[in-house]
């Protein structure tokens, strides 16, 4: 069974920083992407990162770019999101995602989801 454990959201203030990890278990992760998404109170889940299994491939949306930074670690089966000059619209649940159909934007690209993990930025 696959697992996905997210770690890492808290509450910051406008302009700091947190890092999200997201260790998988339960399979082989060869040649998958792995990102992740978020979703504000009342608003669609957004994709924010992804990264291939290489990590040479990044993709960021346009709201993070510049401010967030992703990696991943795949002898530990673990992809990181270092968020930095938060800003009070990141607000969100961050949901860490494992794919196998490329870098993209539509959440139904992906095949796995963790759990989520809260992240609140106070202005």
């Known amino acids: 069974q696959v697992q996905l454990v997210e770690s890492g959201g808290g509450l910051v203030q406008a302009g700091g920083s947190l890092r999200l990890s997201c260790t998988a278990s339960?399979?082989?992760?060869?040649?998958?992407?792995m990102g992740w998404f978020r979703q504000a109170p009342g608003k669609e889940r957004e994709f924010v990162a992804v990264?291939?299994?290489?990590?040479?491939?990044?993709y960021y949306a346009n709201s993070v770019k510049g401010r967030f930074i992703i990696s991943r670690d795949n002898a530990k089966n673990t992809v990181y999101l270092q968020m930095n000059s938060l800003k009070p619209e990141d607000t969100a649940v961050y949901y860490c995602?494992?794919?196998?159909?490329?870098?993209?934007?539509?959440?139904?690209?992906?095949?796995?989801w963790g759990q989520g993990t809260q992240v609140t930025v106070s202005s």
């Open positions: 990264i291939s299994w290489s990590s040479i491939s990044t």
């Open positions: 339960g399979r082989a992760f060869s040649n998958y992407y």
């Open positions: 995602v494992v794919g196998s159909k490329g870098p993209r934007e539509d959440t139904y690209a992906y095949d796995y």
